[in-house]
């Protein structure tokens, strides 16, 4: 028996069955080791030691790594066969040195889909593990422990807020630079002054364009209405030019650009757009047959092979639409920033088209895969052709124009037209010195507006212009952004909030570089360098250690506390000045400033109202109470003492009557309070033995059966 390991348990049923039963195939589930927290710093790195790393295995894997080794013990042979990136690189690495494999001979499988002929051919032709992509792994992991456990203990200690990373704080950067921008924005005002106009029956929109040969330009409502005076209720056409153009579709889906899209088409968020296409690319049953739908969904290149082409794409293509539909591989200038280590993102079949996936599917992944099916498919088409007549309507000194396009070949819009915008209605035969009737004119005041804030897609589109992150890691960062509520999402635009601006004021004061989107950039390209073998992994850390280092030893002595934020009052208990706090997860607070000697905290609740009633059981004032169900009730102010409650409408709540324990029902002395004794109690969802002191003792332990049975 041989064994594959892979990264993800959804993929062994899928590869099991293309090797057939020769073949065990079994998961590592990610990651199964990481630095540890000890050594100095807790890096889990002897920098001195030409930054060795010591490894442990997750507690979480213990048990996968245990089972792992017992098959790998058995196997005639066994097959790596992670993820074909920079990580899954890194985790068959680690799972050599686990499993005592020779990472020299260990056999490798790299597949960019999961087809029959993709496995099959891994299989026959396998490679071993790249130890330049390792190092760069490793160095990635690395640098991004040493920023954050260093810096993140400053902030902590300081600032009082959580964390820092290399990415995801140039990625918050962005973020508050955006929005400082937006804050200090002043608008001014314009104008646009359309006509509508009749033709043949039919009505069209014509935009003003110039005044007596100047370009117009409108400022306010005063001017707007000379010029608007001016129009003549018939106006002449001036001139017509027709041209045409080819219109090519874009480029096959990067990870980058599929998360824009369907945030912009579905307003799926990178992360759900990441986890849906990681379900189409690990395989799904599509009639009978499980199979990976998609290629591997984490890349940069826009790069689709020929074999498709030639052998799927374009005999589907003539098929269907006919000859003259069939367009070219695309060839991309390649950016320093990509790898182009896989293809662009497409369908793994030409046949599965979305129509027959969609009845397999859930409806996310139908949309999801349509899209990616319809993209690919375009690219590789012919480009469609308009033609496009644009008018000019005089009148006193006015002049408007009037476009409209016709569209004289579909090319890739016949598969990608869904998701095109709509092109200008087409025009009538239209001649010079035609009269042109005014039916309707539409001013509008606007206002200049600034960039817009980024949203969850145009961040994802920034970070990969900038050349900060890769794509295994654009969703990641921007959901840890809003995990640790360094930024708000409302409707998917991103706003810093008060957290995440003060972690970048203190990183650009005393951290320029990691706030840097040049320098992350750079860190980027030097860890691709590693991959490539231009660059070794001990240069690199020296490179990026000691002047960091040395930066950060300066910070010590310089970086300023927070100054607490006081709120006037004092502490009822010390007397301290009371000021406002954050918790751990990051909510606001009113505590003592004399902590940790004083732990007084501040009650947000409301004071209960009174009723203006006395309590017919103790004499105390009725007050108007809320459950924890938020329903008003009236209540005893001097609960817990006196329990009496009762509804709005006056019905006398009544208590439970107070269960009397005997002899009969003691099951042993408390071995807490020495008076009391543990009875039997029934919890919410089990029986257990609590104190009969209750509430004043709350021993309590889970019941062993022998001693509910009478035995000792």
Partial sequence: MKLVIVESPKKCETIRRYLGEDFQVMASQGHIRDLSTRGKGGLGID????????????PSKKKIVSELSRAASKAEEVYLATDPDREGEAISWHLAQILKLPVETTKRLRFHEITKPAILEAIQSPSIIDENLV????????????????????????????SAGRVQSSTLGMIVERQAKVDAFVPEEYWTIDIQVKIEGKTYTAALTKIDGKTFSCKSKEEADAIMARIPETLTIGSVVKSQKNVS???????????????????????????IAQRLYEGQTIGGEHVGLITYM?????????????????PYIEERWGEDYVGSIR??????????????????????????????????????????????????????????????????????????TRVLFPGFTAVYGEFEEADEPSLPNLEEGMPVARIKIDPEQRFTRP????????????????GIGRPSTYATTVDTLLKRKYVS?????????ENGKLVTTVLKKYFPDVVSTSYTAKMESTLDNVETGEATFLETMNDFYVPFEENFKKVQDKIYKTPPEYTGENCPECGSPLVYKKSKKGDKFVGCSNFPKCHYIKSEREPDEPTGKLCPECGKPLVYKKSKKGERFIGCSGFPKCRFTKSLDGKVTEAKPKKIYTDADYVKPCPKCKTGHLVIKQGKKAEFLGCTNFPRCRYHEWIDKKTKDGEE
């Fill in 298 to 314: 984490r890349t940069d290149s826009i790069r689709i092979s020929p074999e498709f082409f030639y052998h799927h794409a374009k």
């Fill in 451 to 466: 960039e817009p804030l980024y949203n969850e897609a145009s961040i994802v589109k920034a970070m990969e212009e900038k």
């Fill in 331 to 404: 060839v991309g200038k390649k950016k320093d920033s990509v790898q182009d280590a896989h293809e662009a993102i497409r369908p793994t079949g030409t046949h599965r088209t979305p129509e027959i996936v969609a009845k397999y599917v859930s409806p996310e992944e139908a949309k999801l895969y349509r899209l990616i099916y319809c993209r690919a498919m375009a690219s590789l088409m012919a480009p469609k052709r308009t033609e496009t007549t644009t008018a000019i309507l005089e009148g006193n000194g006015l002049e408007f124009t009037l476009k409209g």
């Fill in 47 to 58: 920098v001195e030691a030409e930054f060795k790393p010591d490894y442990v295995v997750s």
């Fill in 135 to 162: 190092r760069a792994q490793e160095a990635r992991r690395m640098e991004d422990r040493i920023i954050g456990f260093k810096v993140s203990s400053l902030l902590q200690r300081y600032v009082g807020v959580q």
């Fill in 489 to 497: 999402s409302a409707k998917g635009v991103l706003s810093p909030t």
């Fill in 249 to 275: 579709s874009n480029a096959p889906f990067t990870t980058s650009s599929m998360q824009q899209e369907a945030y912009n088409k579905f307003h799926f968020s990178p992360s759900r757009t990441q986890a």
